[in-house]
T-cell receptor, first 115, second 114 residues
Framework: AQKVTQAQTEISVVEKEDVTLDCVYETRDTTYYLFWYKQPPSGELVFLIRRNSFDEQNEISGRYSWNFQKSTSSFNFTITASQVVDSAVYFCALVMNSGYSTLTFGKGTMLLVSP | EAGVTQFPSHSVIEKGQTVTLRCDPISGHDNLYWYRRVMGKEIKFLLHFVKESKQDESGMPNNRFLAERTGGTYSTLKVQPAELEDSGVYFC????????????FGPGTRLLVL
């Protein structure tokens, strides 16, 4: 069975601060995919990134960066110079390559960025 | 290209009534998924269609839930009769391929059963 843990329920920062959202996962598969989704106040789930288990390179997209470490089963997400528009619930999710392709989600981390 | 759409956006019904949720996937996406988030809990998988066939319905809570995808296009999820614990946000997602491919989500349907 697989599991995703987002230990931080809620994080509050002031604009321009950097913030890291933690994600730890468990799976027995050697091939799997990790995702981050953003859920702004409007409610939809917005895809941010997909990473396969064989690609441990860190990724940077603008102010967003992701650190994937198989040794610690973590896939952390950092927002640099946070902005009010970053306020949202962020979900980390896992899907195995074998069998069914259902996403296993963490409970989400609510990020509140104050001006 | 239009994204995944869901209808209605909100539904408030009384216990015992029936509600039908609809999902239109991204055009050309054979894979369609239903998920649900009950207040304060994780987003949980309900079922997965490949075209019109149910690939995996292991997440369906009980037989009060019925999902269909006739013709392999849009899907409906019917709850009959609705119970209080069915309240939550129902998300639909679609992907072009199967395992490992990015699933694109709709805005969700917020269901409140009173």
């Amino acid at each position: 069975a697989q599991k995703v843990t987002q230990a931080q329920t809620e994080i509050s920062v002031v604009e321009k601060e950097d913030v890291t959202l933690d994600c730890v996962y468990e799976t027995r598969d050697t091939t799997y995919y990790l995702f981050w989704y953003k859920q702004p106040p409007s409610g939809e789930l917005v895809f941010l990134i997909r990473r396969n288990s064989f690609d441990e390179q860190n990724e940077i997209s603008g102010r967003y960066s992701w650190n994937f470490q198989k040794s610690t089963s973590s896939f952390n997400f950092t927002i640099t110079a946070s902005q009010v528009v970053d306020s949202a619930v962020y979900f980390c999710a896992l899907v195995m390559n074998s069998g069914y392709s259902t996403l296993t989600f963490g409970k989400g981390t609510m990020l509140l960025v104050s001006p | 290209e239009a994204g995944v759409t869901q209808f209605p956006s909100h539904s408030v019904i009384e216990k015992g009534q029936t509600v039908t949720l609809r999902c239109d996937p991204i055009s050309g996406h054979d894979n369609l998924y239903w998920y649900r988030r009950v207040m304060g809990k994780e987003i949980k998988f309900l079922l997965h269609f490949v075209k019109e066939s149910k690939q995996d319905e292991s997440g369906m809570p009980n037989n009060r839930f019925l999902a269909e995808r006739t013709g392999g296009t849009y899907s409906t999820l019917k709850v009959q009769p609705a119970e209080l614990e069915d309240s939550g946000v129902y998300f639909c997602a679609s992907s072009q391929q199967g395992a490992g491919e990015t699933q694109y989500f709709g805005p969700g349907t917020r269901l409140l059963v009173l």
